[in-house]
């Protein structure tokens, strides 16, 4: 009996995506802020940073597989997500209270649309 792993690049790469962020978060409290440019960066703001990309892309691959539902919620995430990473990296408020805005409406709609 041989069984043959058939992986798809899309679902691969969203999830080497948050497997990254989940490593960086857990290595942060013991590796040093990393350089970035001229920039030192803490492993817990890359992870963030990662993971935005990882919803950023599940948006497209399930878009792309016609999974309207799961595009939309990904699509959602990553928007909020994004905004609740600059908002305290640019010291914005307004960007961080956005992101709530963004994560709570769109929880909401969600849970609206799985109900029909």
């Known amino acids: 009996m041989t069984a043959t792993l058939d992986f798809e690049p899309g679902p691969v790469a969203v999830g080497t995506l948050v497997g ?3 490593l960086l978060f857990l290595l942060t409290p ?19 940073v990662v993971l935005t990309l990882g919803f950023a892309l599940g948006t497209v691959v399930f878009a792309r597989r016609g999974r309207r539902l799961f595009a939309i919620a990904h699509g959602v995430f990553a928007v909020a997500w994004a905004l609740l990473v600059l908002g305290p990296l640019l010291g914005q408020e307004a960007l961080l209270l956005a ?11 969600l849970v609206s649309q799985r109900r029909q």
């Open 30 to 48: 013991v590796v040093e802020p990393v350089a970035v440019g001229s920039l030192r960066v803490s492993t817990i703001a890359l992870s963030a």
């Open 20 to 22: 990254l962020s989940g």
């Open 99 to 109: 992101g709530v805005v963004v994560l709570v409406a769109g929880a909401g709609f």
